[in-house]
């Protein structure tokens, strides 16, 4: 009899894939735990509860709008894991719920009182005494009343048009106006330069910090909003709305005033989500869930305030350093500290900076020399999300204004950034510099800066390349690396990429660079089907790569066939991780793991082991089609030998043997924390002491 022959594993099946919008919310699921660590400081556990309603918020803004559109256009085109549009917002709906409620659970019953029990209070209005009561009243006449605008709705007063992720209250009422009218109902906006927590004086609370919530304030006086009236029901509620901004890029002559254009729609797009008071009556929230055209899937009832981000001011008000992470000291390489100048430090070789325990101040120092250096002719760069008060834009400002040559290449489209970039392309422009805004079609998410300079009667050129953007104060909170260079060919590709970003011309194949859109996603294949190639004949293979996103199905295929060729696969995933690891005969030799903590893990490193000479690289791109085919991303080797295993000892090797921040993705796309072990490993509390002063 024939031996029957098992059918190889089909590896476009949809069982294979994990879907993006909730691989996002399991991501989101993993900081809202770090809200509820004992061993992370409480004011921190508070900030990470902030955090995930920012996320949700931008979550809800692009993703779950985009779905909506897709659903509402019949739209059939499916992804790998083949769930259709209506099938997602099913899912999500069900899971984000869930998280919501928990959200708020988390603060009611455990932050709270922890933060009581250190002096930190939240006073709600049955607990206000007789004294507090009359600050808070004079508060409101004084600060509040003159700037709310109650609004009743009657055939005059139509339904307000409500802002995007604004604090709102619909008011239920008895009596008669002024003019004789009955209304029932009407709404409060709380305007957005308004605090949304208050601190009360010393000499009104027991503690020093102890806060009322504006809503609190609002409720306890609206009132007075209406007099002759009687406010028989107040409820805060916020709508989320579709914040992606369309521009038609190539119909438009002008991207920058085009995007002018389309950005106050932004504050009034379709409704997505409608987050509302848990007391509020149900006939006021179908009320509410009509008048913004919502299903009752899509409203959240909210135990607290419906805006947890505006709590994120709390831990910047309370001096209480002893319930924060610890401060530190970014370190300067010894190499630019011991060197005449940066450029002379640059010339003696690479200088690899690993943002933040390295100090982004030798970026800025590169930046400033080459605004001062009357030898230096141009300065290059890209801005992707920088803003017009960053450090690194007041030297290219200074620089222009001192008849440098500065060429800046802006994203306009970076999402939720395009009007502080729309500013900032106006002052660079103000100043004399020559400012382009990318490609057509494609971001430039790229980053990197050149420098040229005249010595000794020649031009030589200076480069900076790197995985995060260039803010000093994001450069304070991501962990980033960034790469300062003189090398000849290295720093050729980067005026090639910019030349082609202002001209629109072909660059060619790039001497060392590997860019999107034009050959990341080939080499990548490439690369991997090298260690399929190297494992088959038995030689050395593996496959190490740290990123945010991993989601490109061909991507994620090759990396399935290497597995199978026996190819040792190690994943650092932040975020997204549409691939499922550890299943028999696709994946067993894949492990993904993802690191949640103090720091935005941010670093792309993607290592291939190449039978022993191993390749390097580091990049501004994940494995995300976006990344690949709809943006200039920039990947770069790592040759310096002493770069090169600062790489592996720093970037890698302590994120896979985390054992306190890391989280390991199980085959059912659920996410469980990484076996503690006898021994405690922390990989950005390993790299704080080794790294920082």
Not at 493 to 515: A, I
Request: hydrophobic letters at 40%.
């Amino acid at each position: 009899m024939a031996t029957k022959v098992a059918k190889p594993p089909n590896l476009t099946s949809a069982d294979l894939y994990i879907n993006r919008e909730l691989a996002q919310l399991e991501f989101i699921r993993r900081v809202l735990e770090q809200a509820k660590r004992d061993d992370v400081p409480l004011l921190e556990r508070l900030r990470f509860l902030c955090i995930v309603g920012t996320i949700l918020d931008e979550f809800f803004e692009i993703r779950v709008s985009g779905l909506k559109q897709q659903e509402e256009v019949g739209a059939t085109q499916r992804g790998p894991d083949n769930l259709s549009p209506t099938e997602q917002l099913k899912r999500i709906a069900l899971v984000a719920h869930d998280m919501v409620d928990e959200q708020y659970r988390i603060l009611n019953d455990v932050l709270f009182p922890l933060l009581d029990a250190q002096g930190i209070r939240f006073l709600k209005r049955a607990q206000w005494n007789p004294d507090q009561e009359a600050w808070l009243r004079s508060f409101f006449h004084r600060e509040l009343e003159p700037i709310l605008t109650p609004i009743g709705l009657d055939p005059a007063h139509p339904f307000p048009r409500i802002l995007n992720k604004n604090l709102t209250f619909i008011v239920t009422l008895e009596g008669k106006d002024a003019f004789g009218r009955k209304s029932g109902m009407a709404v409060v906006q709380a305007p957005r330069a308004l605090p949304r927590v208050v601190r009360l004086p010393e000499d009104k609370a027991d503690s020093p910090n102890a806060f009322v919530f504006l809503s609190s304030i609002i409720h306890a006086h609206v009132d007075e909003l209406f007099p002759g009236m009687e406010a028989v029901g107040c409820y805060q509620f916020r709508v989320t709305r579709n914040s992606d901004l369309f521009v038609d890029e190539e119909a438009v002559d002008d991207l920058l005033i085009a995007l002018e254009g389309e950005l106050p729609s932004r504050r009034f797009g379709d409704a997505v989500r409608l987050e509302l008071a848990d007391d509020c009556p149900k006939h006021v929230g179908q009320f509410l869930a009509d008048e913004f055209s919502v299903a009752e899937e899509d409203v959240y009832y909210c135990n607290g305030p419906v805006n947890l981000m505006r709590i994120n001011t709390i831990p910047d008000l309370v001096d209480r350093p002893d319930l924060k992470y610890p401060g530190f000291t970014p370190s300067i390489p010894t190499r630019i500290q011991t060197a005449p100048d940066i450029f002379a430090a640059i010339k003696s070789g690479d200088i690899l900076l690993h943002h933040p325990f390295h100090s982004f101040v030798p970026v800025l120092d590169f930046l400033r020399s080459a605004a001062e250096d009357p030898n230096v002719l141009s300065i290059r760069q890209t801005l992707y999300r920088t803003g017009t008060d960053s450090a690194a834009v007041k030297i290219l400002l200074d620089a222009a204004k001192r008849g440098k040559e500065v060429l800046v290449v802006i994203e306009l489209r970076a999402r939720f950034d395009e009007a502080a970039n729309i500013e900032l392309a106006n002052h660079l422009q103000e100043a004399g510099a020559q400012v382009v805004y990318g490609i057509v079609g494609h971001k430039t998410h790229a980053k990197m800066i050149l420098v040229i300079r005249r010595e000794d009667g020649e031009l030589r050129r200076y480069a900076h390349l790197g995985t995060g953007n260039y803010h000093a104060r994001t450069a304070r909170g991501y962990t980033d690396f960034g790469l300062l260079t003189s090398d000849v060919d290295m720093a050729a590709d980067v005026q090639r990429m910019f030349q082609q970003l202002t001209t629109m011309g072909r660059s060619g194949r790039l001497n060392k660079l590997v860019q999107s859109p034009f050959t990341l996603h080939e080499t990548i294949l490439r690369h991997i089907d090298t260690e399929i190639e190297n494992a088959t004949e038995g030689k050395p293979a593996g496959i190490t790569a740290k990123m945010n996103q991993l989601i490109e199905s061909d991507v994620i295929k090759a990396l399935y066939r290497a597995s199978q060729a026996g190819v040792r696969i190690q994943l650092v995933v932040r975020g997204i991780c549409s691939l499922k690891p550890g299943i028999e005969g696709v994946s067993e030799n894949i492990t993904v793991r993802s690191i949640i903590g103090r720091f935005l893990e941010h670093t792309r490193i993607f290592l291939f082991e190449n039978a022993g000479d191993a390749r390097i690289y580091l990049s501004s791109a994940d494995w995300m089609g976006r990344n690949f085919f709809s943006r200039v991303e920039t990947c770069f080797p790592i040759e310096a030998e002493e770069n090169r295993q600062a790489v592996v000892e720093h970037g890698l090797e302590p994120y896979l043997r985390d054992n306190v921040q890391a989280w390991v993705l199980q085959a059912n796309g659920s996410y469980k924390p990484a076996a503690s072990g006898e021994d405690r490993h922390c990989a950005q509390e390993e790299l704080l002491e080794l790294l920082t002063r």
